[in-house]
């Protein structure tokens, strides 16, 4: 790889996420401590949501909010294809079924119709994603929840910061599950965070997310009496630590300065793109704002001599890095095999799969390389239209 080579994602790490870390480490506090409920504090006060719930990733989240809806074997959850397999992982850890859902053309958030048509009896969540950070219809979404009883988990692992008719997301649903995996938004390497406005949905998350102990390490080792605690459920080894809260600390001061500078780079990508025949952009709706963590292409490969995978390689010899999201969870051999899914119930998904690629999008992103990813882009489309 060339040193000018455009990588697809750079975490963007300053001195003060290095003086965090460093202040840290020199504290002698390694795991779940201060830094972690500073962390979860300043978190809230940024969501304005009621509880936040820190974890070590999405998927640990994602589990112990259905574990604390009381999801059971046999039961179904709806998730969108278009994602990233945690999603649908989760509700397998409980033996449920995972119901996969076709995605809206122009958005590629889960399409409300079709979540109308796969509700059923056994129906108990549903976990619409908001696709590149855009939310989804969340009003019709909640609507359709209440009317039959289901609960709502919004995986908003893209979705940091991002707001839906004036709200943010963390505060519309009976859940809401963060990421800050390294290429995400925040990024920590690991981590995750649950946010709920329901008490009870918050102690039985952070009970569950360390052994099911009735006292948090942290509270352990400054009670007075503190060696003492009780297991009061078989739980998990799931919490959030002193190191990767100090990352997120200092991520999370500059988290809509990120946000502010994704959409400048947004914005010069749609006024070269917008126009091209030879591609298509994902439309965002006018009463929500994206925190906008992917730029998706959707390219018309049936104007092209090559195809999507070749495509890539052809921007990688232009020394631009890209990556593709997603391969719909439908097509991965395990939810195919073992839900038996038929690529017809998902028209929607299979035609954008084959078209999909993200551009670099990230604050440090120099105007240079904006201009060569924007030109790599059109000269492909030159060399090979049939
Ligand atoms: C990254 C991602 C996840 C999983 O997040 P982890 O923190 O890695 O567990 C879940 N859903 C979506 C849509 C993602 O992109």
Redesign the pocket.
């Known amino acids: 790889m060339s040193e000018n080579f455009i990588q697809f994602h750079r975490p963007h790490i300053t001195e003060d996420e290095i003086n965090e870390v460093v202040d840290t480490v020199r504290s002698g506090w390694l795991s779940m401590g201060p830094k972690v409920l500073k962390f979860e504090d300043e978190f809230k006060d940024l969501i304005r949501c009621k509880n936040a719930v820190s974890v070590n ?4 989240a ?1 589990h112990l909010a259905l574990e604390a809806l009381g999801l059971k074997a046999g039961d179904e959850v709806i998730v969108p294809t278009m ?2 397999s ?2 649908a992982e989760i509700a397998c850890y409980f033996n449920a079924i995972p119901r996969f859902v076709d995605v809206e053309k122009d958005t590629l958030n889960i399409s409300v119709k079709e979540i109308e048509k796969a509700i059923n009896p056994k129906t108990k969540v549903i976990i619409p ?1 908001h696709y590149g950070g855009q939310p989804c219809d969340m009003d019709e979404i909640n609507q359709l929840a209440k009317l039959h009883n289901i609960k709502v988990i919004e ?1 908003a ?2 979705a940091l910061p991002a707001t839906y008719k004036g709200k943010k997301v963390g505060t519309i649903s009976d859940i809401t599950c963060f ?3 390294a290429t ?1 938004t925040l990024a920590t390497g ?3 965070m649950l946010c709920t406005e329901d008490d009870e949905i918050a102690e039985r998350t952070k009970l569950m997310r360390m052994h099911g102990m009735n006292k948090d390490a942290w509270k352990r080792y400054t009670d007075a009496c503190s060696w003492y605690y009780e297991v009061v459920a078989p739980g998990y080894k799931y919490n959030f630590t002193d190191i990767q809260a100090s990352l997120g600390l200092a991520q999370l001061r500059k988290v809509d300065w990120m946000r502010e500078e994704r959409a400048k780079i947004a914005k010069i990508y749609d006024e070269h793109f917008m126009k091209s025949e030879y591609l298509k952009v994902i439309t965002i709706k006018e009463d929500r704002e994206t925190a906008w963590h992917l730029y998706p292409i959707k390219i018309e490969h049936e104007l092209l001599t090559i195809n999507r995978n070749q495509f890539i390689e052809e921007l990688k010899a232009r020394g631009v890095g890209v990556g593709v ?1 997603f391969m719909p969870v439908h097509q991965h051999i395990y939810y195919k095999d073992t839900f038996n899914l038929n690529p017809k119930d998902f028209p929607v998904a299979e035609d954008a799969f084959p078209r999909l690629i993200s551009l670099p999008l990230y604050p440090g992103l120099t105007s240079e390389e904006i201009f060569k990813v924007i030109d790599a882009v059109f000269d492909i489309f030159k060399t090979f239209k049939k």
């Open positions: 990733s999405w998927t640990a994602g994602t990233f945690a999603t994603v995986d692992a893209h990421s800050f995996y995400k690991e981590g995750g999201h």
